[in-house]
């Protein structure tokens, strides 16, 4: 007797700017999949962000969350605009993805920043030094000052003063540790955690625990460094990292640095996870509204956001590795190339470049 595996329901949230338009290709490639592997997926969509907000008068509707919630995966396209950057601060697209990652419980973002060979010439770095560049960054994600109480605008002696707070309880660290942990096992069983224990209390106890927890995976080694002298390592000499594990607004600075390693950030995916392999997909560029509308942006972050939800949520290693091969195939080509990563000038457009991954599926 056959029983068809029950779906798996993707929520698509496209979002705003180029978030609408990648993610439409990365639909026609979970799409293709489907049909090609019978992987049982089902994609249902709800706006986020300014487009939610436009129509509902907030960034992140209950239906929009009620969604995300019911998916077994989530697949966010970008969201923002310089549209809605005088809308109040809870009413801002951004407060969309804290508030999925939040209510969520999406604890661990990973951020690989992984050079394709053929892109080398387009990192701002000498080809030596970022050449074969394969590094992890595992970023708290719903905790450290990004959410912790108090925080504010408040009068005070007749002036203004803003606050916020960075809090960490060792729970939140253990679990981030762990999970960093468990995916340098994977790789080259290196771990760096990067903090500022020199002058943070709670850089202090986020350093002790993430050693503790070291005991227990005896066969990585663990380093510690500062952030400032995370990021000048990271331009300098990049390849001395595997796994890098860092708190929320570390992850995210250090993120944004070692994306411009690779050349664009228009190829990099991401995943957000909580404690259940339950999943948040995005890349790890913005909604680009200088590009928005043009059809010119590169879907190809987003088409291997895809490739991590299939390997992370729904352990389908072979529809990852199809994806991957896929987009490898169509750089190695070389015909097909967005305006981000061009080399002779001539520049594909979004769909061109979803449509040549996807004849590359099989
Ligand atoms: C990111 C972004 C977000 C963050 C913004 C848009 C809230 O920069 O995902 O890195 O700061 O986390
Ligand atoms: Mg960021």
């Not at 595996?5 to 929520?11: F, N, W, Y």
């Not at 994977?186 to 986020?206: G, I, P």
């Not at 995916?269 to 997909?281: F, I, T, V």
Request: charged share 20%.
């Amino acid at each position: 007797m056959t029983t068809k595996s029950k779906p798996r329901l993707i929520a698509v949230l496209p979002g705003d700017g180029i978030g609408e338009e990648v993610t439409q290709q990365s639909v026609r490639v979970i799409e293709k999949l489907n049909a090609l592997m019978d992987l049982g997926l089902e994609c249902q969509h709800e706006p986020v962000g300014g487009t939610a907000y436009d129509l509902h008068g907030t960034p992140l509707p209950e239906k929009t969350l009620e969604l995300a919630k019911a998916a077994d995966a989530v697949l966010l396209g970008a969201v923002g605009g310089p549209k809605y950057d005088s809308a109040p601060r809870e009413l801002r697209p951004e407060r969309a993805l804290l508030g999925l990652r939040s209510e969520l419980d999406l604890f661990s973002n990973l951020r690989p920043a992984t050079l394709f060979p053929e892109l080398a010439a387009a990192s701002t770095l000498k080809p030596e030094v970022v050449s074969g560049l394969d590094i992890m960054i595992v970023r708290e994600l719903t905790g450290g000052i990004y959410f912790g109480q108090p925080r504010g605008i408040e009068q005070s002696d007749g002036q203004r003063r803003g606050f916020n707070t960075m809090v960490y309880n060792e729970k939140e660290i253990e679990r981030i540790a762990r999970s960093a942990f468990e995916i340098a096992m994977q790789r080259n069983k290196t771990l760096c955690s990067v903090d500022k224990a020199n002058v943070l209390e709670v850089s202090e106890l986020w350093r002790e625990v993430v050693t503790r927890v070291s005991a227990d995976y005896s066969e990585v080694s663990l380093s510690h460094m500062y952030i400032d002298n995370a990021c000048m390592q990271l331009v300098r000499a990049p390849k001395q990292f595997d796994v890098i594990v860092t708190t929320n607004m570390f992850g995210d600075i250090l993120s944004d640095a070692a994306s411009m390693l690779t050349g664009s950030i228009g190829m990099l995916p991401s995943a957000s996870l909580d404690s259940n392999s339950k999943g948040m997909y995005e890349p790890v560029h913005g909604s680009a509204p200088d590009i928005a509308g043009q059809g010119i942006a590169n879907p190809l972050a987003s088409i291997l956001s895809v490739a991590m939800m299939l390997r992370y949520s729904f352990a389908q290693t072979k529809a990852a590795d199809t994806i991957e091969t896929a987009v490898k195939a169509v750089l190695a080509d070389g015909q097909i190339r967005t305006a981000d990563i061009t080399v002779d000038g001539n520049a594909a457009s979004t769909s061109e470049m979803g449509q040549a991954v996807l004849d590359k599926l099989q």
